[in-house]
């Protein structure tokens, strides 16, 4: 953790030193989660509900899914440049003469800052969908709130972990995370209002369901979908593991290309 506080001052305090370009970033993303909520809410001018799902719940789906997605976009910045950067450039030679883990040294050089308005936007979306809707809130649906966000980030950081780790063996500029990151907007709204091949590969494939519907259904009261929700700490410890698998294998896989 000490090491981590270190790595996050010490780009912190780079990143805003240039404070127009972190401003112009901030609210670049700001307006991009603002026009995602645009499309909500014209959606339902048009519609009164969207299957059986009221405007609020959906606002819930669509605030809680930003949580946890803003807190892997934090640290996620290398894993989208990874394939350039590190194989093609050679900088992961640099990583390998440090005597701290590999990954560690991806995730943590860089941080997405202005990804932190996706958190607090998303967690004031939940909050005013929560009052709207005036559903029950025990104390220890916090707890499974927090744990829910933080598997949510963690089946995130698998999934993109695992194509990132493809550049071992294929090396691409670009790589195949793009595609996959598109996917991430299904993950937004009910799955049930997909087919259910879209709902298998959400699920069990590329589990973005996991770690925004399935969580939600529990706090809105919709007990169909209860024994998914308790699957998802499971879930996401399994597809990280799997994750830190494919990532070693691909370390020692690994050969320099000399540049």
């Known amino acids: 953790m000490r090491l981590f506080a270190l790595y996050f001052a010490q780009y912190a305090k780079v990143r805003l030193e240039y404070k127009a370009d972190f401003f112009i970033a901030f609210f670049s993303s700001m307006a991009a989660t603002v026009l995602g909520f645009g499309f909500v809410l014209v959606l339902f001018t048009k519609i009164p509900k969207l299957q059986d799902w009221s405007f609020y719940e959906i606002l819930f789906l669509y ?3 930003l949580i946890p997605l803003g807190f892997f976009n934090v640290v996620s910045w290398n894993l989208y440049q990874f394939g350039d950067l590190y194989i093609i450039q050679g900088k992961f030679d640099r990583l390998l003469l440090r005597p701290v883990d ?3 040294q991806v995730l943590f050089e860089k941080f997405r800052l202005e990804s932190l308005q996706e958190v607090i936007t998303g ?3 939940v909050v005013v969908a929560v009052e709207r809707l005036n559903v029950p809130w025990p104390a220890v649906d916090y707890l499974w709130f927090i744990l829910m966000v933080a598997s949510g980030a ?14 071992f063996w294929f090396e691409d500029r670009v790589g195949i995370v793009p595609p996959v990151f598109n996917m991430l907007t299904f993950g937004r709204y009910p799955l049930t209002i997909y087919n259910v091949f879209i709902q298998f590969m959400l699920s069990w494939i590329i589990p973005f369901g996991f770690a925004s519907f399935y969580p939600t259904t529990h706090f809105l009261g919709r007990d169909t979908f209860n024994i998914y929700f308790y699957l998802v700490p499971v879930v996401a410890a399994s597809f990280f593991i799997l ?6 294998r691909g370390v020692e896989n690994y050969s320099s290309t000399g540049s």
Request: charged content about 0%.
């Open 63 to 65: 605030g809680f899914s």
């Open 102 to 104: 590999t990954l560690f």
């Open 154 to 167: 963690l089946i995130y950081l698998a999934v993109f972990l695992m194509l990132t780790a493809v550049s």
């Open 243 to 248: 994750a830190l698998f494919v990532w070693n």
């Open 123 to 125: 967690i004031f979306v």
